[in-house]
Nanobody, 127 residues
Framework: QVQLVESGGGLVQAGGSLRLSCAASRRTDSHYAMGWFRQAPGKEREFVAGASWSGGTTTYADSVKGRFTISRDTRKNTVYLQMNSLKPEDTAAYYC????????????????????WGQGTQVTVSS
C-alpha cells in the first residue's frame, strides 16, 4: 500500500513556474513507477509525465515537452514536477500516481495502469 500526497499547486501568471511535490508513505524508488496526470473541468484525465522506478527513463506528453520535468528524490520518497513557461491551458487539477513495476526502466502512460493516486493539487494559470 502506498499513500501519495501532492502539494505545490496554486495560482500563477502565464509564463511563470511552479514545482509540484508528491510525497509517498513508503519507498517508491524500488519497483514503483511514477506518473503525473491532470484533469481540467469537463475534460478527461490526461497523462502529463512518467518516470521509471530506476529514474533512468522519463516521458512527457507532447503538450508539456520541453517545459515540464519529472524527477524523484529517493531520500525523501518524493517525486517532483517542475513546470516552467506555464500557459492558461495548463490549468487543471494535477494528480500523482504510482504502480509497482517489475522492469526498472518502464514507464506507463495510461491512468488505468496506475494503482495508487494522490488527492490532487490545483494549478491555475492566469493570462
Amino acid at each position: 500500500q502506498v499513500q501519495l500526497v501532492e502539494s505545490g499547486g496554486g495560482l500563477v501568471q502565464a509564463g511563470g513556474s511552479l514545482r509540484l511535490s508528491c510525497a509517498a508513505s513508503r519507498r517508491t524508488d524500488s519497483h514503483y513507477a511514477m506518473g503525473w496526470f491532470r484533469q481540467a473541468p469537463g475534460k478527461e484525465r490526461e497523462f502529463v509525465a512518467g518516470a521509471s522506478w530506476s529514474g533512468g527513463t522519463t516521458t512527457y506528453a507532447d503538450s508539456v515537452k520541453g517545459r515540464f520535468t519529472i524527477s524523484r528524490d529517493t531520500r525523501k520518497n518524493t517525486v517532483y514536477l517542475q513546470m516552467n513557461s506555464l500557459k492558461p491551458e495548463d490549468t487543471a487539477a494535477y494528480y500523482c500516481a504510482a504502480r509497482s513495476s517489475y522492469y526498472s526502466d518502464s514507464y506507463y502512460l495510461s491512468s488505468y495502469d496506475y494503482k495508487y493516486w494522490g488527492q490532487g493539487t490545483q494549478v491555475t494559470v492566469s493570462s
